[in-house]
């Protein structure tokens, strides 16, 4: 399996700041039609996770460009500028590349 | 939007069948994803079926256990759940495959498995 491991688990952030969440992939998440699918979700409480970033730097509809995607071969970088309340609760990496898919475990974000 | 259906409490070894409705016509164009997140824990991709329902894989924890199936004329996809155990309790999740990722979620339905 594609082992997805994320640093750090746990982001205190200052509001206004930015907030930086890493991705390092056993495999690289290549699939064989040439594309990286490598995914960022956001997941608050008691609420299904929602798509923010797909293949690697792309943003899904309505997500604020402060969320930007980057990295390639193995390490993934998801960046959260100017960071808002709202943006609190859990991202997951993901990879769509290989069976099984698999998840990050998560990195939780919360307000200092 | 996608809305799912099915959960409830079930005892080990007895079977569930989940339902996933699309209210978009383009349901038929889209390949599928089952997804689940145990309590307190993170996410696990369970299965994948494509668009014309051909092709379907499984996490190894499901496969011979899990079908998953859709139905295009009804914009419905199906997971047919056999031989539950307690290690499936969680909710249960479907989304849309779109560029190799699950754009759009349901709201999850709980399926707990206990004696």
Request: hydrophobic fraction near 30%.
């Amino acid at each position: 399996d594609n082992v997805m491991i994320q640093t750090p688990l746990s982001s205190p952030v200052t509001l206004g700041q930015s907030a930086s969440i890493s991705c390092r992939s056993s495999q690289s998440p290549v699939h064989s039609d040439g594309n990286t699918y490598l995914s960022w979700l956001h997941q608050r409480p008691g609420q299904p996770p929602r798509l923010l970033i797909y293949k690697v730097s792309n943003r899904f509809s309505g997500v604020p460009d402060r969320f930007s995607g980057s990295g390639a071969g193995t390490e993934f970088t998801l960046k959260i500028s100017r960071v808002e309340a709202e943006d609190v609760g859990i991202y997951y990496c993901m990879q769509a590349a290989q069976l099984p898919h698999t998840f990050g475990q998560g990195t939780k974000l919360e307000i200092k | 939007q996608l809305v799912e259906s099915g959960g409830g409490v079930v005892q080990p070894g007895r079977s569930l069948r989940l339902s996933c409705a699309a209210s978009d016509s383009s349901f038929s164009s889209y390949a599928m994803f089952w997804l689940r997140q145990a309590p307190g824990k993170g996410l696990q991709w369970v299965a994948v079926i494509s668009y014309h329902g051909t092709n379907k894989y499984y996490a190894d924890s499901v496969k011979g256990r899990f079908t998953i199936s859709r139905d295009n004329s009804e914009n419905t996809v199906y997971l047919q759940m056999d031989s539950l155990r307690v290690e499936d309790t969680a909710v249960y999740y479907c989304a849309r495959r779109n560029n190799g990722s699950p754009d759009y979620w349901g709201q999850g339905t709980l399926v707990t498995v206990s004696s």
